[in-house]
């Protein structure tokens, strides 16, 4: 093995227990740069930095597969294998893993979504439409896709991040030295890629076109580590086992330590997270929450006393996290799924998952919509305890008593609130005419009225103040009164309204209000068959849900624009608009985990 004239001192033998850590001499050189013996050979001369282009490099093939799926991102998963989560570093705290090689039914399944899409007609053409992409997409970096990267890459990327990246003081927090080491745009250690090779050769000859022919080798745990300083820090890389690794010196060697059999992918937490979703998945996510969350538990509480930060509050805090969170994105023949995961926690108020009701009274023309359960029950239950934490705060003695008092003049927080069932937000167009409000429902048609008629009475009393610009009124609809606040000036008005009538209160355009006191169920969006399938898609009921009528919500905007706007939108952008349908977002509770799936379809 040839190796260049070292850049410090003797280095730990290969398998040493200190290995894991830069030599405090490299540490020390970070003051100011080395000057090696030998000239550092930069690759391909002409270019940028070299830290610049490795951060560029790594941050493209972080997104490439998300790019492959077309925008789908981060989330669940299990069901593909891996060759390079075995070699996930001890103390890893997040972890991202991208499949370029379109595992199992991934690569049908996408080119049958794509084929909605201008310029993927042609299935047969899709890996050399895919390769145009990436090619573009690197040329970013200076870099070619299909020279450079593809003939090595077999097809798995990970990051990982370890704790070493979290600053051990409160007092590092916000601080560039803390956080990323003196003057450095890369942190001191815990960084990790790993890439499974087809030709490891052709893999490190890359890695040292672009950041650099080392300064530094050495043999450690059977591979030959090359390192370089890169803004001061100690960046090495070498190959093992057709696995590719390229980070910061300490946790590249963590890395190499585990022989490809680390404690972090077989741990219970991490099997856990894999095991939330089945199949074949284009990228998986893990991040080790119940660790981030004892890290700021602990540096919050590490803070002096005359900081302010009332440290004696975080007991019920650190209880609420969960143990991992995790998420998986996969491509189907009409849609991208994403699904995310974490093991339910106990609180207070344990929601239920229930269809919406709200649904039931926003019209059809409805499209956009966010429901959410049980919203007076957690609203009361959310105050309750924050009222235990008044005391730890340092609020005067008796503040939650003198709260509870002012609210009594409204019913309290039970008697303003704690009667709403589910909350319903909506936006809605018909024709050029769009409106939007929310909607909350109750068991018994006296609470949204009494509670309507106490707001309007304030916003009578506020009319009665000659404010300039707002111009309050109440007139007759439906089966009670319409409240109405208009707001600006005759030139550009906006006219809001408020009502409680037929089991809803309901708040919005007055356009909006009407359509809501008009709506049936057999005119609501409830009852209209795209909704009905997209929610059952996503999961069907559950304790929160979102939908998009993306051809809908695109309809009434291009019949807003102006003719020039419009006649560009149809030729630029309508094609690469017009297969997308539906989004939809899904939330659960579940035993063990509560889950959310996110569906967008096309058409």
């Known amino acids: 093995m040839d190796e260049t004239q070292p850049l410090t001192g003797a ?5 040493d227990a200190t290995a894991g850590t830069p030599p405090a001499e490299m540490v020390e050189q970070a003051e100011t740069p080395p000057v090696p013996t030998e000239p550092v050979v930069p690759a391909k001369p002409g270019r940028s930095r070299r830290a610049l282009r490795w951060g560029i490099a790594l ?19 299990a069901g593909s294998s891996s060759s390079i989560q075995g070699w996930l570093p001890p103390g890893t705290l997040a972890y991202l893993e991208v499949r370029t090689d379109l595992p199992g039914d991934q690569r049908q399944n996408l080119s049958d979504f794509l084929a909605k899409f201008p310029g993927f007609k042609d299935q047969a053409a899709l890996d050399q439409k895919l390769d145009t992409l990436f090619d573009e997409l690197f040329q970013k970096a200076d870099i070619s896709y299909t020279a450079e990267i593809k003939p090595w890459l077999q097809g798995e990327v990970g990051f990982a991040a370890t704790t070493d990246v979290l600053p051990e003081q409160a007092s590092a927090v916000g601080s560039v030295g803390g956080l990323t080491g003196p003057g450095t745009g890369i942190p001191e250690d815990g960084l990790l890629m790993l890439a499974a090779t087809t030709d490891p050769a052709k893999a490190e000859a890359w ?58 992918a077989s741990s219970q937490a991490f099997k856990d997270a894999k095991s939330t979703a089945s199949g074949d998945y284009l990228v998986f996510a893990y991040l080790d929450a119940k660790a981030f969350s004892d890290w ?18 975080l007991t019920g805090a650190t209880g609420a996290a969960p143990a991992w969170l995790a998420a998986v994105t996969r ?60 005391d730890c705060l340092g609020l005067p003695a008796g503040t939650a008593d003198q709260v509870d008092q002012a609210l009594a003049l409204v ?15 909506a936006v809605t167009v018909d024709g050029t005419t769009v409106g939007g409000g929310l909607v909350l429902t109750s068991a018994d048609p006296a609470d949204p009225k009494r509670t309507a008629d106490q707001l309007g009475s304030l916003l009578l009393l506020a009319g009665t103040q000659g404010l300039e610009g707002l111009s309050v009124g109440q007139e007759s609809y439906g089966d009670g009164t319409l409240y109405t606040v208009k707001i600006g000036s005759d030139m550009v008005p906006v006219t809001l309204a408020l009502t409680g009538q037929r089991g809803v209160l309901v708040i919005g355009t007055i356009d909006f209000v009407k359509a809501v006191v008009d709506t049936t169920e057999a005119t609501s969006l409830a009852s209209v068959d795209r909704y009905q399938a997209a929610i059952a898609r996503a999961g069907g009921d559950g304790t929160g849900e979102l939908y998009v009528d993306i051809a809908g919500l695109r309809d009434g905007v291009v019949a807003l624009l102006p003719a020039e706007a419009k006649a560009k939108y149809d030729a630029e952008i309508a094609p690469y608009l017009a297969p997308f349908d539906t989004a939809t977002m899904v939330a659960k509770a579940g035993n063990p985990n509560d889950t959310v799936r996110v569906v967008v379809t096309v058409k």
């Open 331 to 390: 491509v189907e023949a009409d849609a991208l799924v994403a699904d995310m995961a974490a093991p339910a926690v106990t609180s207070p108020f344990e929601p239920a998952n229930a269809a919406s009701q709200a649904a039931v009274h926003v019209p059809s023309s409805t499209v956009v919509y966010a429901g959410s359960r049980q919203v007076g029950d957690a609203l009361v239950s959310a105050w309750t305890e924050l009222k235990k934490q008044f």
């Open 207 to 264: 890695v040292a076109g672009e950041l650099g022919e080392p300064a530094k080798t050495e043999t450690y745990a059977g591979a030959e580590l090359k390192i370089v300083l890169m803004d001061r820090v100690p960046v090495a890389w070498t190959t093992k086992d057709k696995v590719l690794f390229v980070g910061t010196v300490g946790t590249v060697k963590a890395a190499l330590d585990t022989g490809g059999k680390g404690a972090v």
């Open 59 to 77: 941050a493209v093939l972080a997104i490439m597969v998300g790019v492959t799926a077309v925008g789908a991102v981060i989330l669940t998963g």
């Open 11 to 15: 280095q730990p033998a290969p398998g």
């Open 296 to 313: 700021a538990m602990g540096l919050v509480s590490s803070l002096p006393a005359e900081s302010g930060v009332p440290t004696q509050c």
């Open 411 to 425: 019913g309290g927080v039970d008697g303003l609130i704690g009667w709403a069932q589910d909350l319903g937000i």
